[in-house]
């Protein structure tokens, strides 16, 4: 049951939100697949069932960037669970985004060991 907005099902509009989603995440250096970018309308609305479906979590792509160092100059070991690489995308199902949402968010984001994100 899609509802429709302006004309538009709710689908072609996440369709679309996605893609220019997955598209800056790219750009800003997280891991994107080409199948993902590529994805039709039509795979979007066959694999479609409710916004909560679509939060997603992204990793920045590993960059060869050296080693860190913390003010003593000591090397601080890189870990995949390093906070500032991974980011996750809520979409949720209320119109209206208030403080039982955040709430609600933040506890999903703690439990997921990340600091940013995008609603």
Not at 25 to 45: A, H, I, N, P
Not at 48 to 54: C, D, K, N, V
Not at 88 to 108: C, H, N, R
Request: aromatic content about 8%.
């Amino acid at each position: 049951d899609l509802v429709h907005v302006e004309g538009q099902e709710e689908a072609t509009i996440l369709y679309k939100v996605t893609r220019t989603l997955y598209q800056m995440m790219r750009d800003r250096g997280y891991t994107v697949s080409d199948q993902t970018l590529s994805q039709t309308l039509e795979e979007f609305k066959t694999s479609f069932t409710s916004r909560e479906g679509l939060h997603t979590m992204f990793q920045k792509a590993e960059q060869n960037t050296g080693p860190k160092f913390d003010k003593e100059g000591n090397a601080i070991p890189l870990s995949i669970h390093d906070y500032d690489t991974k980011i996750v995308v809520f979409f949720p199902s209320d119109d209206k985004v208030g403080s039982t949402l955040i709430k609600k968010i933040a506890t999903q984001m703690c439990d997921l060991e990340v600091t940013n994100a995008v609603v």
